[in-house]
């Protein structure tokens, strides 16, 4: 059935679970008859044209008994007949779609009857927008897509006109060999189709996460579709040849699935603008294995945010390199987001330039926290601790730890009078160590005993 139009708001993965006819065809149809049974009427009519100008000779009297009965029981299928007895005129408005899945498939289609629902749509934009991406198409296709999809949920789905309005646009896959009749027709969970798709149970064998994926708006309708070996493996290979090694890719794939939609000439622009600014194949391995997103991205998006960041953060070329080939989150990072910390840091703890600017050296990934719920936070407990800027400047892995985390522990230290943070001082405590390692490791490394501090909490 149709794919891409599920894509509708509020609308689950569909498949269909009754047969699929193609597009009523001027020559052929597939309908069912009156007693239920699904059988082709015009099987026994096709033998009967003899010659290409649609006389029909009937030439066993049994047959035409039958077929007139046939003619008299079904009023669908007298229409169908007055199609095959149109003049040639009006046969030349018929035009032919092929869906390349697998293999082409080509029928000729009766125009008169797809027009009644899309009179200023073709066939061939139709069938672009419903197997790509509907936000594609223009807003007069999408508005008929609309109208057609509200009158096929009018409609029984076990009736025959269901089954004829259905058959208006081919399915994609009618040629994958999948199991359509046993799909369910509507699913909030992408697990319900793994037992039927070659392709997604490949995928679990590569360690990807399902659950996790479908979470991205739109893949799931997209990867039912997908035949593996033609459409996944050719995305595989470009990411081994990125450097990507095999037990990563079911992680890269469950972060950033939209890799498998994206053409890989369009993956390439991105890698081809990395290497111009001189990454190395290492580093851009390493950039997508810890955070692929930037892939998806266009080349001005990435230009523009990797030339922001240099100049808020006055960076060398190098430095630029070493930092995002570490932390490609930054990349796709909401600007904003970075925008909106640095403005915490500067304008109102008046922390300085240079000071910034050691902190996004040692520590880029504070600059994706959130600047109003994370860093201020964080920073009010630092500043009630008498913790100055300079020192914040030179240890700013603690902004990136639990504030409660880092009251508690400074708490218990002053509590037995070792809330010492200056390294000149006796009894020197390393502010980065609050926020660092687990209860039992801390409390080794304080050389204190875990009872004591535990003890000392249930006391808060």
């Given at each position: 059935?149709?794919?891409?139009?599920?894509?509708?708001?509020?609308?689950?993965?569909?498949?269909?679970?009754?047969?699929?006819?193609?597009?009523?065809?001027?020559?052929?149809?597939?309908?069912?008859?009156?007693?239920?049974?699904?059988?082709?009427?015009?099987?026994?009519?096709?033998?009967?044209?003899?010659?290409?100008?649609?006389?029909?000779?009937?030439?066993?009297?049994?047959?035409?008994?039958?077929?007139?009965?046939?003619?008299?029981?079904?009023?669908?299928?007298?229409?169908?007949?007055?199609?095959?007895?149109?003049?040639?005129?009006?046969?030349?408005?018929?035009?032919?779609?092929?869906?390349?899945?697998?293999?082409?498939?080509?029928?000729?289609?009766?125009?008169?009857?797809?027009?009644?629902?899309?009179?200023?749509?073709?066939?061939?934009?139709?069938?672009?927008?419903?197997?790509?991406?509907?936000?594609?198409?223009?807003?007069?296709?999408?508005?008929?897509?609309?109208?057609?999809?509200?009158?096929?949920?009018?409609?029984?789905?076990?009736?025959?006109?269901?089954?004829?309005?259905?058959?208006?646009?081919?399915?994609?896959?009618?040629?994958?060999?999948?199991?359509?009749?046993?799909?369910?027709?509507?699913?909030?969970?992408?697990?319900?189709?793994?037992?039927?798709?070659?392709?997604?149970?490949?995928?679990?064998?590569?360690?990807?996460?399902?659950?996790?994926?479908?979470?991205?708006?739109?893949?799931?309708?997209?990867?039912?579709?997908?035949?593996?070996?033609?459409?996944?493996?050719?995305?595989?290979?470009?990411?081994?040849?990125?450097?990507?090694?095999?037990?990563?890719?079911?992680?890269?794939?469950?972060?950033?699935?939209?890799?498998?939609?994206?053409?890989?000439?369009?993956?390439?622009?991105?890698?081809?603008?990395?290497?111009?600014?001189?990454?190395?194949?290492?580093?851009?391995?390493?950039?997508?294995?810890?955070?692929?997103?930037?892939?998806?991205?266009?080349?001005?998006?990435?230009?523009?945010?990797?030339?922001?960041?240099?100049?808020?953060?006055?960076?060398?070329?190098?430095?630029?390199?070493?930092?995002?080939?570490?932390?490609?989150?930054?990349?796709?990072?909401?600007?904003?987001?970075?925008?909106?910390?640095?403005?915490?840091?500067?304008?109102?703890?008046e922390f300085e330039k240079s000071q910034i600017r050691a902190i996004f050296l040692k520590c880029p990934l504070i600059f994706a926290e959130d600047a109003k719920k994370a860093v201020q936070s964080r920073l009010e407990i630092l500043h009630a601790m008498g913790i100055t800027t300079q020192k914040?400047?030179?240890?700013?892995?603690?902004?990136?730890?639990?504030?409660?985390?880092?009251?508690?522990?400074?708490?218990?230290?002053?509590?037995?009078?070792?809330?010492?943070?200056?390294?000149?001082?006796?009894?020197?405590?390393?502010?980065?160590?609050?926020?660092?390692?687990?209860?039992?490791?801390?409390?080794?490394?304080?050389?204190?005993?875990?009872?004591?501090?535990?003890?000392?909490?249930?006391?808060?």
């Amino acid at each position: 059935m149709f794919s891409k139009l599920v894509l509708r708001q509020r609308r689950g993965v569909n498949a269909p679970c009754v047969r699929l006819t193609a597009l009523i065809h001027s020559d052929s149809g597939n309908l069912f008859t009156k007693s239920g049974e699904q059988r082709d009427p015009f099987e026994d009519l096709a033998k009967t044209i003899d010659t290409p100008n649609d006389s029909l000779k009937v030439k066993d009297s049994k047959k035409a008994g039958s077929v007139e009965n046939i003619l008299k029981e079904d009023k669908i299928l007298n229409e169908c007949v007055e199609i095959i007895h149109c003049d040639s005129k009006e046969n030349e408005n018929h035009q032919k779609v092929t869906t390349a899945v697998g293999s082409s498939l080509s029928s000729t289609i009766n125009t008169r009857k797809f027009n009644n629902f899309f009179p200023n749509s073709s066939v061939t934009e139709v069938l672009k927008a419903v197997n790509s991406d509907l936000r594609s198409c223009n807003a007069q296709t999408f508005s008929e897509i609309n109208t057609y999809l509200d009158k096929v949920d009018k409609l029984d789905p076990d009736s025959e006109e269901w089954d004829v309005m259905t058959s208006l646009i081919a399915h994609p896959d009618e040629n994958r060999e999948i199991k359509y009749d046993l799909l369910p027709r509507v699913s909030s969970s992408v697990g319900s189709y793994i037992e039927y798709s070659e392709t997604l149970q490949k995928l679990v064998m590569l360690g990807v996460d399902l659950s996790a994926v479908e979470e991205f708006p739109f893949i799931a309708n997209f990867l039912i579709r997908q035949d593996f070996n033609r459409d996944i493996v050719p995305k595989l290979l470009y990411l081994k040849d990125l450097g990507v090694y095999d037990h990563n890719i079911g992680q890269v794939l469950t972060t950033n699935p939209y890799i498998l939609e994206d053409p890989i000439d369009k993956l390439q622009t991105v890698v081809d603008y990395l290497k111009s600014k001189r990454f190395t194949a290492d580093m851009i391995g390493k950039m997508v294995v810890r955070h692929s997103m930037f892939l998806i991205m266009e080349v001005g998006q990435i230009d523009s945010k990797l030339g922001m960041l240099q100049k808020m953060f006055h960076l060398t070329g190098d430095q630029v390199r070493e930092i995002f080939s570490t932390h490609p989150v930054l990349i796709s990072h909401n600007r904003k987001k970075i925008q909106d910390v640095h403005f915490l840091l500067h304008n109102i703890w008046e922390f300085e330039k240079s000071q910034i600017r050691a902190i996004f050296l040692k520590c880029p990934l504070i600059f994706a926290e959130d600047a109003k719920k994370a860093v201020q936070s964080r920073l009010e407990i630092l500043h009630a601790m008498g913790i100055t800027t300079q020192k914040l400047s030179e240890c700013p892995a603690v902004l990136m730890a639990s504030h409660h985390q880092v009251r508690r522990r400074h708490a218990f230290l002053k509590e037995i009078g070792r809330a010492h943070y200056d390294p000149e001082k006796a009894g020197y405590v390393s502010l980065e160590s609050l926020g660092m390692y687990s209860v039992d490791k801390w409390c080794w490394k304080m050389n204190i005993p875990k009872e004591h501090y535990m003890k000392f909490l249930k006391t808060e």
